[in-house]
């Protein structure tokens, strides 16, 4: 499957603006309304007890991405290009057996690497939904669907190191991650799920052998901001 990268690694998302673009308005953002719209179905077959429940994932996944962008100075049309960006990056997982998901052991590496074929699954999704149509947020949707899992040393789902990703895919990574450990799932046992103890275990634990440093650190200020605004209100 080919997937176009962007030329520049450094690139962030300034040649269109989402909210007055046409190609945006009247073809990618309903389609992202309506694939997420799917995952939703798709998560209510699933048992009643979840915790970590994909179309909720997507949502502040998004919402962590813009507020990153805006703190890092990158202004609100890119922070809001990529707040829709990184949206529909789990669609893919709609079309795995449901069954794959919500087990209370630890997945094994094979299951984990089965369930990661959503990547790819949502570029497949992507590609059939707008097989002629170019447009570069299309070619970023897919560069991100395909790569949120991706590590720095290349040893993420498609063995691509860090000099190979694009700035939004290098982000995405981080902040895709943090919230999927920021949700406890059976196997987490006693482990620390607070803000402050998951950003100490991806600096501490993962750090740059996983994620683009200098990119952690401006969202790991921004959470913690956050975090410590909501501990002086209550």
């Known amino acids: ?15 269109f603006d989402f909210e007055t673009d046409p190609v945006c308005q ?35 996944v998004s919402g962590n991405v813009y507020k990153t962008c805006i703190h890092m100075g990158l202004g609100e049309k890119i922070a809001n290009n990529m707040k829709w960006l990184s949206m529909p990056h789990d669609i893919g997982k709609r079309l795995l057996p449901i069954d794959l998901w919500d087990m209370e052991e630890k997945p094994t590496s094979k299951l984990k690497q089965f369930r990661r074929t959503h990547t790819l699954l949502g570029v497949q999704i ?3 939904y707008f097989p002629q149509l170019e447009h570069p947020f299309k070619d ?30 290098r982000l995405m990574s981080i902040i895709e991650a943090y919230d999927g450990w920021r ?34 650190e401006a969202f790991a200020e921004m959470k913690m901001i956050e975090y410590n605004e909501q501990q002086k209100t209550g």
């Open 1 to 15: 499957m080919y997937i176009k990268k962007s030329k520049t690694l450094d690139y962030w998302p300034d040649s």
């Open 26 to 60: 009247e073809q990618f953002k309903p389609f992202i309304i309506d694939e997420l719209d799917k995952l939703k179905a798709y998560d209510q077959q699933r048992p009643d007890d979840i915790t970590y429940i994909f179309h909720e994932h997507a949502e502040r």
């Open 126 to 128: 992507v590609l059939e």
């Open 140 to 169: 970023l949707m897919i560069e991100i669907m395909a790569y949120h899992h991706e590590q720095m040393n290349g040893e993420g789902t498609h063995r691509i190191s860090g000099d190979m990703l694009s700035a939004p895919v």
């Open 183 to 216: 949700i406890w799932r059976p196997h987490y046992g006693e482990r620390d799920i607070s803000i402050p103890g998951v950003l100490k275990r991806m600096r501490e634990e993962k750090g740059a052998d996983i994620f683009d440093m200098e990119f952690f």
